[in-house]
């Protein structure tokens, strides 16, 4: 498969991301250095817009939590992901190896949730792009869980990584967009199952264009919602290893439009500037960091934003989810989790509920990926099993996924109890051409 099918195990420090962009931590300050809430510059002696004074490296003792913080996740995640790889080495098998590294992947989860307080900023309330940490004052929302079809049609788009033309001809195909950008869907609800983050360079973008069609969508009495899959839990989280050059800059050239627009109305003595990159280190790089983490971090902008939308949805007779459920999940209650992943995400929460950190997480699981997420035939018939006394619990007749992308493109497994919807149409992936599901009197078809 395409070597950037899948979440690989973490490198061996945080402090990285994948080789292709690793010039983008390579130019932070320190070894684990991340900017503070409003920006001070993070050298010795430098005073912060807040009036202290930050001492960068050496004895402070701030210091010395972000950087053993980055041991102990590196250290949790390696020995998860290092058992892993030897189970694959003693296997020689291909098969297996790629379900090895899988599970390694999702071990970075709990570690980074566990940490997570070690990142929070503390951004005064005026700063641009939210506290990007705790103490948000934003209320928390409450994500719909629930979605009476009413005989409308369905369509389901799965995972489009950041590629904001191929999302644009995946609506297009679901006849529910024109070619000017507009809404004629109708009364057509339509579910992003996740993953628009990573990988690509225009998440904000399509963020932005799936907002604007809901509205439009809602008028015409049809709704658009987005689910949360891993990568949204994992930018949260702090996770931007699948974060791209481009999607760095996409966040800074955001953030600074903000910020221009708050001085605008409040004048520049009444907000606190941007951060500016320490000496010696890349400008472009460091705002690109700092707006994400302004972005994304709890209680963040885009954060909240995300907080607004579901993880797990049931829309009449189908349930979606990034990557799966269970009876655990279905006793759990969908809408508890949803709540609880939206309190986490405004930052009124330390950490978000197990169920989208664990490996067989809603958000994480590859037991229902099929195939292509290295699954045998018996596996997979346990998995179904699994599956069918879930969506007995739910009273429902389906699941939709993405998660794992699919080669071969959409298609069903466990009697047409479950659905891939991931084909990988993203240039960071396969770059395959967009394929949707409609469903349409319980009645399912793949639009191509």
């Given at each position: 498969r395409h070597p950037r099918a899948y979440p690989s195990h973490p490198p061996a420090s945080l402090s990285r991301t994948t080789s292709r962009h690793a010039t983008m931590s390579a130019s932070l300050p320190g070894r684990f250095w991340l900017p503070a809430g409003g920006g001070g510059?993070?050298?010795?002696?430098?005073?912060?817009?807040?009036?202290?004074?930050?001492?960068?490296?050496g004895t402070d003792g701030g210091v010395r939590t972000r950087l053993n913080l980055r041991s102990t996740i590196t250290v949790a995640v390696a020995g998860s992901v290092g058992a892993g790889a030897a189970a694959a080495s003693a296997s020689h098998g291909q098969q297996f190896a790629r379900r090895a590294l899988l599970a390694g992947a999702a071990a970075i989860a709990p570690a980074l949730a566990a940490a997570q307080p070690a990142f929070a900023k503390?951004?005064?309330?005026?700063?641009?792009?939210?506290?990007?940490?705790?103490?948000?004052?934003?209320p928390v929302p409450q994500p719909v869980t629930k979605v009476d079809l009413a005989g409308r049609r369905l369509v389901a788009i799965g995972d489009v990584h950041g590629d904001f033309m191929q999302t644009m001809k995946a609506l297009e195909l679901a006849k529910v967009m024109d070619t000017s950008g507009h809404w004629v869907?109708?009364?057509?609800?339509?579910?992003?199952?996740?993953?628009?983050?990573?990988?690509?360079?225009?998440?904000?973008?399509?963020?932005?264009k799936f907002r604007a069609l809901a509205k439009e969508a809602k008028e015409a009495g049809g709704d658009v919602i987005t689910i949360n899959g891993n990568h949204e839990i994992m930018n949260v989280l702090g996770d931007f290893r699948y974060a791209t050059k481009g999607a760095y800059a996409e966040d800074a050239r955001y953030v600074e439009k903000q910020h221009a627009k708050l001085v605008a109305t409040e004048g520049a003595e009444n907000v606190l500037p941007l951060p500016?990159?320490?000496?010696?280190?890349?400008?472009?790089?460091?705002?690109?960091?700092?707006?994400?983490?302004?972005?994304?971090?709890?209680?963040?902008?885009?954060?909240?934003?995300m907080a607004t939308n579901p993880t797990v949805l049931q829309v009449g007779d189908t349930v979606f989810a990034h990557a799966g459920i269970t009876s655990d999940h279905v006793e759990y209650g969908?809408?508890?989790?949803?709540?609880?992943?939206?309190?986490?995400m405004a930052g009124k929460t330390s950490s978000p509920p197990k169920h989208v950190l664990e490996e067989k997480g809603v958000v994480w699981t590859r037991d229902y990926g099929g195939a292509d997420a290295g699954a045998n035939a018996g596996a997979e018939q346990a998995a179904c099993r699994r599956l069918s006394a879930a969506l007995e619990a739910t009273g429902a007749a389906r699941l939709v996924v993405g998660h794992t992308p699919q080669a071969k493109g959409i298609n069903s497994g466990c009697g047409g109890k479950v659905w891939r919807t991931d084909v990988g149409v993203s240039r960071g992936i396969y770059g395959s051409a967009p394929q949707v599901i409609e469903i349409v009197g319980g009645k399912v078809r793949v639009l191509a």
């Open positions: 510059r993070g050298r010795r002696g430098t005073k912060t817009p807040s009036g202290g004074k930050s001492s960068g490296t503390k951004a005064a309330s005026s700063s641009v792009g939210g506290n990007g940490g705790r103490g948000s004052s934003a869907g109708g009364s057509t609800v339509l579910v992003q199952v996740g993953d628009i983050l990573d990988r690509g360079d225009s998440e904000l973008a399509i963020m932005r500016t990159a320490p000496e010696g280190k890349d400008p472009e790089a460091f705002a690109g960091i700092s707006a994400r983490r302004s972005l994304f971090l709890p209680g963040g902008e885009m954060a909240l934003k969908f809408e508890r989790l949803n709540n609880e992943v939206a309190a986490w």
